[in-house]
């Protein structure tokens, strides 16, 4: 039986391996941009003061620089980590001084560049929406990643008689013999497999949302209990019920948008552009990445669609009993009727619901610590390694046997008989 499972798990994970590869790869890179991102918004935090403001102060500034820009997604308001108001559109920004909002720094995101390519690379293997034969490159990329985790799984078992043989040293091949490229992809593969099982069901949580809100009890589109509470349709009037409605102390950290047709903003950027605007310098190119608010205004479901046929307004809040300072909790106005419709306390959450707001940035990094991010890095990093000595073992290995196998032929055909 073990003999069957060595060879299984050396079989399978050829093909498997080749595919793997690539995710971790990827991913590595994916670490890597994020982290750069984290280096462009220190940069970009440091060209601007931070004053406080007020409610009255947000609002003037919210309705004067959201004026003629379509397809607004979001507007981060000025906390002592971002000391600026900034409107995000879909791959693009404008970042504002707390005290100018006559000129902008402005910076328009391609969707042809390298980064751009490896995260497609990485979430559907650049098989799109379309995929191949019927199946979504995203549902491939999920499945490789969890058939990993089962392969991972095995090789685990396989090795943990051996488990005296290990040494961190042998995590990186010590030189060019097949037995360092075996023991690198044992040892790293012990290392990484925390990780695996992390990125791999975090990953497939992501690519199959609705089974994972089932299963931690989550409800996208759950009904209000609360009766709406009409205020007079003016931002400040907005800003004012939006922090009331959040326990004293609450910092109100962005604005989530209703999200708009794909096409509608690029129409009207053909026909309008903003005033007082001009190019960032290489220290504030920041793109749409500048803020959690525009990574998470980029999910497409049911629920958010059906908010946006209502016009609904999203405040995020920083809150006591926020995990990791990430702005979980939120008030919703709905701007067609100029009514505060629900307030959700990420406090007030059940356990299944906080845990299953965190999947995302789990398995990319954003939002939460540089720290993580970082630990991210080196892990993908030594995954890949595992991934390709192990490739490289096998075709060490199947090179030998071929070879010794021609020499049995030859020496067979070679023997008087």
Not at 82 to 96: L, N, S
Not at 166 to 175: E, I, N, T
Request: proline residues 4%; glycine residues 6%; positive net charge.
């Amino acid at each position: 039986m073990k003999k069957f499972l060595i060879t299984l798990h050396r079989w399978l994970g050829v093909p498997l391996g080749l595919l793997f590869i690539v995710t971790f790869g990827t991913g590595c890179l994916t670490a890597v941009d994020e982290l750069l991102h984290r280096v462009d918004r220190q940069q970009l935090s440091a060209n601007y003061e931070y004053t406080p403001t007020t409610i009255e102060q947000n609002a003037a500034a919210i309705e004067k620089i959201t004026a003629d820009k379509p397809g607004i997604r979001a507007v981060t308001l000025p906390t002592p980590s971002k000391p600026y108001y900034q409107v995000v559109a879909r791959g693009e920004t404008w970042t504002y001084a707390i005290n100018d909002l006559d000129n902008a720094a402005h910076y328009q995101e391609g969707n042809d560049g390298f980064f751009h390519t490896v995260l497609d690379l990485h979430r559907h293997f650049l098989l799109g929406k379309e995929g191949l034969f019927g199946v979504q490159g995203k549902e491939y990329a999920a499945w490789v990643g969890l058939l990993a985790l089962l392969l991972s799984s095995l090789g685990l078992w396989l090795w943990w008689p051996s488990k005296k043989t290990f040494k961190v040293k042998d995590m990186l091949p010590r030189g060019k013999k097949r037995k360092h490229f075996y023991y690198s992809h044992m040892t790293s593969g012990v290392v990484v497999l925390a990780v695996i099982v992390l990125l791999g069901l975090t990953g497939a949580s992501i690519t199959y949302r609705s089974i994972t809100q089932q299963l931690f009890g989550v409800e996208r589109n759950k009904a209000s209990t609360m009766a709406p509470i009409v205020v007079a349709p003016t931002w400040q009037a907005w800003l004012t019920a939006a922090q009331i409605a959040m326990p004293e102390g609450a910092q109100l950290d962005s604005v989530r948008f209703p999200r708009q047709p794909r096409n509608s903003g690029a129409e009207q950027r053909n026909t309008s552009k903003p005033a007082n605007s001009e190019n960032t310098t290489p220290n504030n190119k920041m793109g749409n990445r500048a803020n959690s608010a525009a990574n998470e205004a980029r999910k497409n479901t049911k629920g958010e669609a059906e908010e946006s046929a209502e016009k609904i307004f999203e405040f995020k809040f920083n809150a006591a009993g926020n995990w990791f300072g990430i702005a979980s909790s939120s008030v919703k106005i709905d701007k067609t009727t100029s009514a505060l419709k629900d307030v959700n306390l990420f406090s007030q959450q059940t356990f299944g619901e906080k845990f299953y707001s965190i999947l995302v940035p789990l398995h990319t990094g954003r939002q939460l610590p540089a720290a993580y991010a970082f630990v991210l890095l080196v892990f993908s990093f030594f995954g890949t390694v595992m991934v390709l000595s192990g490739l490289v073992s096998f075709a060490i290995k199947k090179r030998k046997w071929k070879k010794a196998k021609r020499a049995n032929t030859l020496e067979t055909e070679l023997s008087p008989s």
